[in-house]
């Protein structure tokens, strides 16, 4: 029997536009976006633009758009992508980098998802004929597959000033950027710093029903505009989708240290059963993994926990993951922990 579902840890893209955000798109002016004549996408792109410490930004359907315009912008057919192998743009985007911009990945192995400046040069092609052209590295913030760990602004400075020194572009998949802002209690300008692009989704743990701002210099936006309009993502009310976007950067970023400290309950909760392995110490935002191993597996837990309305989510058979946002409580992670823990118990 499966119960309906009363906590969702699946993922911070669950979350239901509240009554007040609702209420803000109801009352959004809007226009013509595609005319730049939409005053609220435009207040928002200005918002962005001023958060990221950048010249300009333009409002996209999603995150993954914003990745691939990016690298439409920065690579030519033939380039190579440096990026951690379990990164969004490597794993998860239908390979768009090579089917759209003709760019190839070059992986760096990470399993926490972050590199330093010796990973990256390491990962260089030499300037020959018949080597693809290393022309970008990109860095996901925070590491989502590496557990929603954090770049510190010292390491991204680094980066980004040998990637200059070598002629790359730089790329932030910021998807969740101020979540890394917020739980290191630094300015999201401070990790942006250096950067050539980078965006926030709006559509995770921000709580918005759908869209992320991609940001960089005005010739940068001016570029990603032409291929916003022929991918199909330039739009016409989109105030409606962006008044969403300003209400939650005024209402909903502060709140995300909820989601980063009802993570690392979870993970504290349920730290000393059998078979299970996670590192309380190293949750710092809002995404954990949890391990699994002897009779564990993560279809039998998943299968237990539906019968109790809760949902946690399985990668693989013996890897899970654990989500947090602004629409599960402390009681709600309370109670998936234990509906985990008598899980765990009667399968062991
Ligand atoms: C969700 C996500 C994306 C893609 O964003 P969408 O808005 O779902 O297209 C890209 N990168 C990371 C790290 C993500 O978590």
């Not at 936006?221 to 032409?226: G, L, Q, T």
Request: charged fraction near 20%; aromatic fraction near 4%; charge should be negative.
């Amino acid at each position: 029997m499966t119960a309906a579902i009363e906590v969702d840890l699946v993922s911070d893209t669950t979350t239901r536009p509240s009554a007040a955000m609702l209420a803000r798109m109801a009352s959004a002016p809007v226009g013509d976006e595609q005319k730049g004549e939409d005053p609220t996408t435009l207040a928002l792109n200005e918002e962005v633009a001023g958060l990221l410490d950048m010249e300009a930004a333009v409002f996209l359907p999603s995150g993954t758009m914003c990745n691939q315009i990016s690298f439409l912008v920065h690579c030519r057919p033939g380039d190579e992508i440096i990026a951690a192998e379990n990164a969004h743009v490597v794993a998860s985007e239908g390979a768009g980098a090579a089917a759209l911009a003709g760019a190839q990945m070059r992986p760096i192995s990470t399993p926490s998802g972050l590199f330093g400046v010796c990973d990256m040069v390491a990962a260089l092609r030499s300037p020959r004929m018949r080597s693809p052209r290393s022309s970008v590295v990109s860095v996901e913030q925070t590491t989502n597959r590496g557990g929603g760990l954090v770049w510190s602004a010292e390491t991204l400075g680094e980066l980004t000033e040998a990637a200059r020194d070598w002629g790359l572009a730089t790329h932030m998949d910021g998807a969740r950027l101020l979540n890394a802002a917020v739980a290191a209690g630094k300015p999201a300008r401070a990790f942006t710093r250096g950067f050539d692009s980078a965006w926030i989704d709006l559509s995770k743990g921000l709580g918005c029903p759908v869209g992320a701002v991609l940001a960089g210099s005005k010739d940068f936006i001016e570029a990603a505009w032409v291929w916003k309009h022929r991918l199909g993502g330039a739009m016409r009310q989109s105030g409606v989708l962006a008044a969403a976007g300003l209400y939650a950067l005024e209402h909903n970023v502060e709140r995300l240290a909820e989601d980063h400290a009802n993570a690392k309950l979870f993970a504290e909760l349920v730290a000393g059963l059998p078979h299970v392995t996670v590192y309380p110490r190293e949750v710092v935002t809002n995404i954990l993994f949890l391990e699994l191993d002897g009779p564990l597996t993560s279809g039998e837990i998943v299968a237990a926990l539906a019968a109790e309305g809760v949902r946690i989510g399985a990668e693989s058979d013996r890897r899970m993951r654990v989500v947090t946002h602004l629409d599960v409580s402390e009681a709600g992670v309370r109670k998936a922990a234990e509906a985990f823990t008598r899980a765990v118990t009667a399968l062991v």
